[in-house]
């Protein structure tokens, strides 16, 4: 037995095969498959750490992208109550306004929350842009419009698209009218308007939170265009201005 055991000894040091009474052991082939392993796992120690960096860093990043989306949410929704505030202050004091006969009364306009969901990227068709419309208003007069477009959009999953006009002869500003399903119950029954800057690129973001009653909800001495049936848009848009009480 102990002849034996110098003997396995012996082969092992000179790493050669060794076959004894009752086993075959094939020692290089064992070192060199335990050296691959130990290759393996050093390989998978330094994937797996690779794996984890980038995972770390793409939660870093991705807390970043979510911190930078709030606070430019935040800028923006803090911009649209500024402006309610100015246009609520403006009708309260200013000759202009079309509760100059009632102003002692005027207790501010309503508004639906202020929502990001609610500024919506159009594509701007600009086939018929250029052309002319005339549309009637409130009195029955008859008003022209330079067309500058379709702004086409899908909101709620429906798809939409409405004419756009110049509000002005540099065609610097777009003039928006539509109607949608909150008018007659939550909004003005007439529709609202959206006027806003062109931007000067075919990128155009239609904010419904700026949409806005005409004057013409808030005193009948106003005479305001009519918002054409092919501007309905079939939703519940519940952003912008809201009907004023008793009107």
């Known amino acids: 037995m102990k002849q034996y055991i110098q003997q396995v000894k012996a082969e092992i040091q000179k790493n050669q095969p060794f076959v004894g009474p009752r086993m075959t052991i094939k020692l290089q082939n064992g070192f060199q498959l335990f050296a691959k392993l130990r290759k393996f796992a050093r390989n998978m120690r330094k994937s797996i750490g690779c794996v984890l960096l980038s995972l770390l860093f793409m939660a870093c990043h991705s807390n970043e992208d979510v911190r930078d989306k709030e606070q430019s949410d935040s800028i923006y929704t803090n911009a649209v109550i500024h402006e309610r505030q100015q246009k609520d202050a403006a009708f309260a004091m200013s000759p202009n306004s079309p509760f100059r006969d009632v102003q002692e009364d005027f207790s501010g306009l309503q508004y639906y929350p202020v929502s990001t969901e609610w500024k919506v990227n159009c594509r701007w068709d600009k086939r018929h842009s250029g052309n002319w419309v005339t549309l009637p208003d409130s009195k029955g007069k008859k008003r022209v419009y330079k067309v500058a477009g379709t702004f086409k959009f899908r909101i ?42 062109h931007a000067g690129s075919d990128d155009v973001v239609l904010d419904f939170n700026r949409a806005f009653n005409p004057y013409c909800h808030y005193n009948h001495n106003y005479a305001c265009p009519l918002v054409p049936a092919s501007h309905f848009i079939p939703v519940f848009v519940r952003a912008g201005e809201r009907s004023y009480p008793g009107k």
Not at 161 to 190: C, H, L, P, V, W
């Open 156 to 197: 709620q999953n429906r798809e939409c698209e409405i004419e756009a006009y110049f509000e002005d002869s540099a065609e610097t500003a777009f003039f928006i009218m539509f109607r949608d399903s909150t008018n007659g119950k939550e909004s003005y029954q007439g529709g609202r308007y959206i006027e806003f800057q």
